[in-house]
């Protein structure tokens, strides 16, 4: 069916209008794997780091605590450590030093401008320092099933290492 006189008709990789002169028309395949990290770019990778950092450092303290765990639930911890430890990382940069919009909340950054009290800045990384510690004991103490002391370090050791200190470097000392 056609519509208008002016619409293309497609044959194959040519194009022909009609009682106008033939054009061609090539297509290229623009697709595949290699396209992810372009289009995602850097958080894709981040987030993978980010996951590897976790397992890493929960191999390594609960190797120092002599706790043996499946490597499957390692790996179910640390997606989840990844999860929430994303989540953290993003509320304590945006109540620190962004603009929190949450509906119709509107939360302003703690500081106008990055850099402006490094001291006090560098020491706002204790906040989510330590909610970090209390989602790693909570988790550790559900999900690995060690006992309470066990817990307590590998949530000091997973809230330590994982706290969002790139963020305070970059923002404090770099920017």
Known sequence: MNITGTLPIITGMNIRHRGRSKKT?????AGGWYLLPILLGIPVVGVVLDYFWNYL????????????VSTKR???YCAIATGIGLLIDWLYYEITWGYLYLGNLRVPPMFARWGTEPVLEFST??????????????????????????????????????APWLIVVYVVFID
Do not use: C, E
């Open 125 to 162: 990384i204790l906040l989510p320092m330590a909610v970090l510690m209390a989602v790693n004991y909570a988790a550790s103490r559900l999900y690995l099933r060690v006992n309470s002391k066990q817990a307590v370090v590998v949530g000091a050791i997973m809230g330590f290492f994982t």
């Open 74 to 76: 390692k790996l179910i």
């Open 25 to 29: 028309l090539t297509l290229y395949d």
């Open 57 to 68: 450092v929960l191999f390594l303290g609960l190797r120092w605590l002599h706790i043996t």
